[in-house]
């Protein structure tokens, strides 16, 4: 931590600061500028909490220069962290995970039409929401627990393992009976309850950043998961606000790089609600493989213009079909593959 | 709602859009320009659901005229909602009411020289967390129930009504019993299981509007309140996320005349997480007033310096003092006042 | 400076990055904490270059203490910079200065009415503009020359001073011959060529803040203008670009306290383009007054609904004499007054 | 265009409205609603100017149907333009240009040492700034004309066009004389009259993409240098003003589909100065090309910790070498090939 100085700071402030930081148990390094002084806070095993420091007379401003996350960081640990859904379906490794399936599921018919199309175009799990948030509380909000019972129903059929989302505590729980992935909305990434109640379920854990958060923001609630000892948390990236509406979202693949330089974590990414454009969709999830991505959640419905929800942004099968053969592609040629199907061996699938 | 085609959009395609829109029990009126064609939806009475629409082919966009909320809109209910939390302290009126107190609870001590602080400059409301959502898990959580004990005891001793935050629904109801108005921090804007149990318990809700919300955002959560049949909602600005990092936030006081347009429900403003910066709440709030808020949240701490949280941005009693002085004169200007102390009368606090 | 080596930095990466300080005429501080060593740097007048330490083996970080920007800061000059525009009119003392006129200059009948309905209600100086960046090539671009000997015809008449935009530099020579100040654009505010070309002009110059500048952006530009020797800069806010589209821009009165925090140059507000709403731009006018604006830019016009530009965000003269009234309210509120009109005394404009 | 009532519109109102429009020539198609008349305007080529109409008496809202732009759209022009800066070097078609070279020119040896880089590594155009826009006017600012001369040299000797930046009317008449290519810096997108003298030179123009325009203001742009008679123009992304400061800017690889389903003109993205962070420039070029850019324009020096402005962005040679690499098998995932460099044929490129 650095502690700035106004110009105008008296001898006496600087004086004042350098005790309260002994006070707090750390050593005070006062640099002399000719414009001012910098004080330097050393023998700090972490973060410091600088709220004892930040109103103090004469200072200008506090910097830090440790995270304040730990337990995500690179630095805690090297090497990255693989997190299996299912037997063959693991995130963070060579092999990137493609994820596909309708907004929301609307029927037996429609659910399981939409995994026999991710199955025999090679995805190799299953995404479909039970519980919905949405903006308006007139639109369909989910057939919730009768939409778990159709998602395990799809796994029965097609083998593939089951990611859909989780609103509440309650909501929480009831998920992790059905499903092999729990994931957490844009609009609950600082649902600190949430978050808590996730990481005590011992189920993987999908979290989708905030149409606003930073990357800190994002990693900063990935340790609240963590902290309950669970570390098998799949971060997602999912489009931005901004102030361009010509998508709906920005999706920002940056993410992808900064976070795999910051954290072990897996990333991902969701060009579906990232663009919320099914003509952006492509090209974005290809770019999303070659900025590296460790695995692509898309949307897949059988028929979109019936969609109960996002159809406008759903692929139709035989798009992802073709999406599929580009993103074979570009994975080989960043020296990576795309996982299997669940049933069918590597070689098969490449 | 206007449908907007390509302009390569075949005569068979503006028939498919409006035979799908008459399906829908709507009237389509096709009006072909030189460039394009574009197809008006009326009939309708409100929002029309545009999933069956938006991804037929030749169909460029889809533009909506309704506003995607009801209960809320002026358009729904002309005259000012007033949100009283207690007997004379009403959001909404022509008095504009002062809420003020530390950023959380830490002790009695503290609670009670703060509550002492606001009831002595004339302020008529006690805000104090007692169930903080901190970005890191590592930060100071609040004392919870506790907290909200000491706010009782506070209230007790000034008769000051209470304004604290609710994390979850298991907390909504803790908070509700406790306190004389609930509120939903922007983190949880769009925690729809938390507005729904909040709109359950027939208390007043304080909804604050997310770091990346647009204000039609803010409006439909506040509808997830009013649908569950409590219109007892207060608007919070509370400030955005901003590209600029000179001040913490970005605070937005267009937002105040924006809904003031837009609704019935009466808005206030937060300076000190506006802002997060001491030197900038005394402008801010002058600004608050000025622009039409109906109320001010804002930080004050008897001992800033040596606070848990957020010390940074919470005022000295004394600077207290001079705001509400110079608030009562800017009311004045616009043809407002503000709300009397409790156990005063109104002649007196002015 | 300071810079934050990674955590895995070995003693010899620590050992060139002091050395290449030294080699730049400063002293190195390193300081060695639990997690990583940071090395201040001391010794510096000013900001430091770091262009050879960035890029060094091991350095994660470099953290810059000194403000980018020399002659513009508080720092470099403690008391308020006055500008004045004209006897009587100046920026950034106890008076505020209001400045009003229409978008454009359409016509001498328009102009004069304009003028003399600014004159009429107290405003002090006159704004319109004779070149118009638009941005569509296909827009009304204003009538150049004869717009600019329009307004000084108006001056001739009211004795109002002329503030009038100039989009390149040769425009910026016909404009000082002309105008009492030139004005600088938002989509100019980092046009070099045109800031230095003002620089040299010896005018009073008003520099419009960027769609998406920073404060300190803004600071920087305003230095190009001083570091030709004319520190007669006036700085403007006029709306921000937003992911929220319910207004035109936002509005962003933080950067009020915040520049009279950091610098000594008065800053105004244009609420007309900050908002782009005639019904915001009374609200919002009153609001920036109460944060301590300097001045107001106003759109006023005599005919609104038949204006060739920004027609909806100009007030008609009967809200501006409203306006004026509520402003002198407010003004009054925190200890300012309204700069009288060109030719009447203090106290008979109050 | 759509005007849109107020709920509480009168007949009358309804009335003036739409003998307004028909003033101006078109027709007035009324739709009334259950809740509110929608105004349908028909008959116009091209967007109509709302100025007449916006402010009357009920309307709420104008809604545009046409674009702004005219002659860079998909509409005025189905087929991409390809616009050739050199024999074999084209931008928009099956090929993608790599454009490579040092932010700044800042000796002979170095632009010489850069050129051969760029050329031996395949690379075929290099870029190189002669005046530069810095943000302080106590940055580096270029060798100006000396500057020129130098990249005229590297040409001779390897071959490679040479595109550079133009900061006013004047230089852009310079960089004419010496360039193949004349780039408008980011800074100065919104400069009208820059724009309008580099439409007027008859050499291609590279623009950038302002920090915070969206793809509607960055068409607009290009329709300035288009509505000159110069249809020479190639678009380019490069990072846009962010909440985030985890990366300098935030690389918008949305523009890159987006344009060009808008737009005929090629789109080239620069992953350097839209990340600012050498370590995220290979996974974004690589993602860039995946997205289906035209071309890339990336930064390379010689000796990246000398650099004399924006080393910590700039590629080591070897690291172009590797990129130039994987580069080729992205574009060959998605059916593209590499521009091969000069003087080479396509196959040894490949």
């Known amino acids: 931590m650095l502690v700035v100085m106004h110009a105008t700071a008296t001898q006496g402030e600087i004086e004042i600061v350098c005790s309260v930081i002994s006070d707090m148990g750390y050593s005070a390094v006062p640099m002399p500028g000719e414009q001012r002084t910098a004080i330097g806070v050393v023998g700090n095993d972490g973060r410091v909490d600088d709220t004892n420091v930040v109103g103090l007379p004469g200072v200008a401003q506090v910097i830090h220069v440790s995270k304040p996350y730990k ?11 693989v997190v299996s859904i299912a037997p063959g379906v693991e995130f963070g490794g060579t092999n990137i995970v493609i994820v596909a399936g309708p907004c929301s599921v609307e029927s037996e018919e429609q659910i399981l039409a939409s995994a026999r199309a991710v199955r ?11 519980f919905k948030p949405r903006s308006s509380p007139y639109s369909f909000q989910g057939l919730g627990k009768r939409g778990l019972e159709l998602l395990a129903l799809a796994r029965e059929e097609t083998g593939l393992p089951i990611v859909t989302e989780a609103m509440d505590e309650a909501g929480a729980e009831l998920v992790a009976e059905y499903a092999d992935c729990i994931q957490i909305g844009a609009r609950n990434m600082q649902n600190y309850s949430l978050l808590k109640a996730a990481g005590r379920l011992g189920k993987p ?43 709906r979202n920005m999706f920002d693949l940056n993410a992808v790089p900064i976070v795999q330089k910051l954290s072990h974590l897996p990333i991902v990414a969701d060009p579906s609600h990232g663009t919320g454009r099914r003509d952006m969709v492509i090209p974005m999830t290809r770019a999303a493989i070659a900025a590296g991505a460790d695995g692509i959640l898309v949307e897949l419905h059988p028929n979109p213009d019936r969609a109960k929800s996002d159809g406008a942004q759903s692929l139709y099968p035989e798009q992802f079909v073709k999406l599929m053969h580009e993103v074979r592609l570009i994975a080989s040629a960043i020296g990576r593959g795309i996982t299997p199907a669940v049933g069918t061996d590597a070689v098969e699938s490449r």
Chains 1, 2, 3, 4 share one sequence.
């Open 120 to 130: 025999a175009a090679g995805g190799s799990a299953l995404r479909g929401g039970a």
């Open 71 to 81: 337990q995500v960081s690179r630095e805690w640990k090297a090497e990255n962290t």
């Open 205 to 247: 854990v999908l979290l989708k950043r905030g149409m606003a958060a930073t990357i800190t923001d994002l990693l900063l609630s990935a340790e609240y998961i963590i902290a309950e000892g669970n570390s098998q948390v799949i971060l997602c990236e999912r489009g931005l606000r901004s102030f361009d509406t010509a998508a």
